[in-house]
């Protein structure tokens, strides 16, 4: 009788079609974290000044200079994927095959909110604080497609929770199979499964600490940096596939420890800052009726709408050229009544 063993199975497939058209598991999860950023960065957004509509007007510049720059760290720091004797250059445009490198689509994504905040005059650190909760559950969605593509797992291990892993062809999308089975490569740690379980304890933490706490100008971010580093500092050290290293240690985990002290510097400098908000642009109550010209409808002037101005104004006007004679008289009676008023009093001794 064989014995069934504890383990966590990895999918043979990772492409479904529809039609002539592949649609790849990995992407799919990214455009779900992608989703849900954007709609809990809206609403947190908006609790800090923003305007409805706004972060939709950012999302399309985070989102390109995100994939851009996760996939060029990627290329970077493992160019021997594509640029060696054996590889396809072109393979490194294919980023539905897996490989965004998380730094570089931080650094390149910041660079794009950055710009879009400033051409729509939004507050780029009170954005950043009202964003970075989605963008780490985000990162905890998009882990489930590495799940999928059979990747980002540790090293053999013979621990309960264990991940098979399966000799993926990332081309068509299915795992190599043998007399009818799919390949095994062999069991490993879940480091995908621990990276998403830490990110969303990372989104609670920065959830439940805004909301209790008044936290300062950008130490939202800082947490988020912070915490994210932490955990993903333990995740390398887990690791046992390739990756290139200086001083013994992989180049993602030096990455961590100073993306670590920057965020902790961060949070140390703005301790005593204010809670962020979006002060470039005020917000309008949409349930306010609109003032002034710029209303709908004729504006309403002292004497009527704003066709009838040259008749108010004329009958303004000669009214005014009938009163500047009597106003002329009242003053000239005034100063004699005063006048009266002082000899009297030089005459007449006061009361005792």
């Not at 009788?1 to 592949?22: D, K």
Request: charged share 20%; net charge neutral.
């Amino acid at each position: 009788m064989q014995s069934i063993q504890a383990m966590i199975p990895s999918p043979t497939v990772s492409v479904f079609r529809i039609g002539p058209l592949p649609v790849h598991l990995y992407a799919l999860c990214i455009v779900a974290g992608i989703l849900v950023a954007l709609w809990l960065a809206d609403r947190r957004w908006r609790a800090r000044g923003g305007l409805p509509g706004q972060v939709s007007d950012i999302a399309g510049w985070a989102v390109i200079f995100g994939i851009v720059g996760g996939r060029l760290y990627h290329v970077i720091t493992d160019p021997e994927l594509y640029f060696t004797k054996g590889k396809h250059p072109l393979d490194a445009l294919k980023i539905w095959d897996g490989g965004l490198g998380i730094w570089g689509a931080i650094a390149l994504g910041a660079l794009g909110v950055w710009i879009g905040c400033r051409r729509h005059r939004m507050d780029f650190v009170a954005f950043a604080d009202a964003a970075v909760p989605g963008i780490v559950i985000a990162q905890a969605l998009g882990r489930w497609g590495n799940w999928f593509n059979n990747e980002l797992y540790g090293r053999a291990t013979t621990l309960p929770w264990r991940l098979e892993i399966h000799n993926l062809d990332v081309v068509t999308g299915k795992a190599e199979r043998q007399n009818g089975h799919p390949v095994v490569l062999g069991y490993y740690q879940p480091t995908f499964l621990y990276e998403m379980i830490w990110d969303l304890l990372v989104a609670a933490m920065l959830l439940m600490l805004d909301r209790r706490r008044v936290l300062g100008r950008g130490q939202v971010l800082a947490l988020y940096i912070m915490g994210y580093t932490a955990g993903r500092f333990v995740v390398e050290g887990l690791r046992d596939d390739h990756a290139n290293h200086i001083l013994g240690m992989r180049v993602n985990s030096w990455v961590s420890i100073l993306v670590f002290l920057g965020g902790l510097a961060l949070f140390w400098h703005q301790r005593r800052a204010p809670r962020s908000v979006n002060t470039l642009a005020e917000p309008v109550d949409p349930d306010q009726p609109a003032a002034g010209p710029n209303a709908d409808g004729p504006a309403e002037t002292a004497g009527g709408s704003v066709a009838d101005a040259p008749d108010v104004a004329g009958r303004h006007a000669a009214t005014d050229r009938a009163a500047q004679p009597q106003h002329l008289d009242s003053e000239h009676a005034v100063s004699s009544v005063e006048a009266a008023q002082r000899t009297d009093s030089s005459a007449t001794p006061p009361d005792r």
